[in-house]
């Protein structure tokens, strides 16, 4: 079932994270929706701009409405991941997604407040959700790259004025995170003296934390042996998924832990098997992976087990 993203969040708050997960394809959303069943947990669907384009815009909402068929016990949203401001219309006119993420980080403090409260006014008048960005994240997002010198942490002044200002429904800050297999360089993590300090200044609003995925060392390294070459590849440490949600974090955006699932069951299925080429034999290795790899992030994120009491809290609100 699909719900509105505010009320995931409201039963979330202080203390679980929904996991956010990015899809391009249908073995991906198939993996999914089996994992959140698995682990009994609500979820947010993700789709960039990069994976509207993949196909067709069109392919992935079909496939999110038949896997809603095919797994009726599911709760979830569908979110808009990092949209500029055409695709947040694209998206609010097109009456498929529960939230839109416009982001104009990029820009300066009032050119972003003025862009995001254009979409705002757009969205809210359809009873859709915002997220948007302050603060500058590491690595790449979409086309534009920004380098670890010019990432800046969200300020918490300015986090509670850009709220105040665009009432956008959720914040994606900038705490030490950045997108991509390769984060850090030594041991920095989540700035959780930061998520701390933005919490105070905006108590129970719901914050998003951006380039969360874990880069697990096991798949990297079963990548490199099946012929990759993923050196120095580190991500954000999966037990600080809950302290950051009873922070206020409500939204795990993770992405490239998928695609390393899917590098990892591809090389090794054809390294292992040369004269194989049913692209169906590793695409169902990679559904059942996949599915096994989200149901143990919901247990990290605290989302498992959430499913019953969060399909409840959206029928007792819609
Ligand atoms: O933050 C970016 C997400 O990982 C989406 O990546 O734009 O390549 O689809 P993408
Ligand atoms: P990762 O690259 O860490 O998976 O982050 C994904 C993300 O933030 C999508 O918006
Ligand atoms: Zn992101």
Avoid at 145 to 165: G, I, S
Avoid at 219 to 248: C, F, H, S, T, W
């Amino acid at each position: 079932m699909i719900v509105p993203t505010r009320t995931l969040f409201e039963h979330a708050y202080g203390k679980y994270a929904l996991g956010a997960y990015n899809i391009n394809n249908l073995e991906q959303s198939m993996g999914l929706f089996q994992g959140c069943l698995d682990s009994q947990a609500p979820f947010i669907i993700q789709i960039s701009k990069g994976a509207r384009s993949y196909t067709d815009k069109r392919m992935l909402e079909a496939i999110i409405r038949t896997a809603d068929e095919i797994f009726p016990d599911s709760l979830f949203a569908v979110h808009l991941d990092h949209g500029d401001e055409q695709t947040c219309y694209d998206c609010i006119d097109s009456g498929f997604y529960s939230s839109v993420m416009i982001d104009a980080s990029h820009h300066e403090f009032a050119e972003n407040v003025a862009i995001t409260k254009r979409v705002v006014e757009a969205a809210h008048a359809k009873g859709i959700s915002v997220e948007a960005e302050l603060g500058m994240l590491g690595g790449v997002e979409e086309d534009i790259k920004v380098d670890e010198k010019n990432a800046r942490l969200t300020d918490p002044d300015e986090a509670y004025e850009f709220v105040k200002q665009t009432g956008c429904d959720s914040l994606a800050c900038a705490i030490g995170t950045s997108h991509g297999a390769y984060k850090f360089a030594g041991s920095q993590g989540i700035h959780f003296e930061r998520v701390a300090e933005i919490q105070k200044r905006l108590p129970g609003f719901p914050l998003v934390m951006h380039g969360s995925s874990s880069v697990p060392q096991e798949e990297v390294e079963a990548i490199n042996a099946a012929g990759g070459a993923m050196k120095g590849a580190r991500g954000v440490d999966v037990n600080q998924y809950l302290p950051a949600a009873k922070l206020g974090v409500c939204k795990v955006n993770i992405d490239t832990d998928g695609r390393l699932v899917w590098t990892r069951v591809h090389r090794e299925f054809f390294r292992d098997k040369p004269a194989e080429f049913d692209l169906r034999a590793p695409g169902k290795v990679f559904m059942a992976e996949y599915a096994k790899f989200i149901a143990s992030r919901n247990n990290y994120l605290g989302s498992a087990g959430n499913l019953k009491a969060a399909r409840e809290h959206a029928l007792a609100v819609a």
